[in-house]
């Protein structure tokens, strides 16, 4: 889980480029809206992309990517739980 965790915060800073070290997004800091990285509609697009290329977690809709992109947390559940489906 951990190691995920390290994964998503290095993807999350090299495709949205990042303005911070991976080390410093918490594991439950928001990704979106106030007191969060400041994320937008765009990195969450690329964000929908770069888990479906990286980890085949596929988002299908808004509501699913509001629960699921919360925060590295909430996404790396989201592929634990896919990937324990998968075997």
Request: no cysteine; hydrophobic share 50%; net charge negative.
């Amino acid at each position: 889980m951990e190691d995920l965790k390290r994964n998503l915060k290095a993807l999350m800073v090299e495709n949205l480029m990042l303005k911070v070290a991976a080390e410093e997004i918490g594991d439950d800091q928001p990704l979106f809206g106030p007191g969060s990285l400041g994320l937008d509609s765009v990195d969450a697009l690329q964000l929908v992309v770069a888990l479906d290329k990286n980890f085949g977690l596929k988002i299908p809709d808004p509501a699913a990517a509001k629960v699921v992109l919360q925060s590295i947390e909430t996404m790396a559940n989201a592929i634990l739980v896919k990937q324990a489906g998968d075997s």
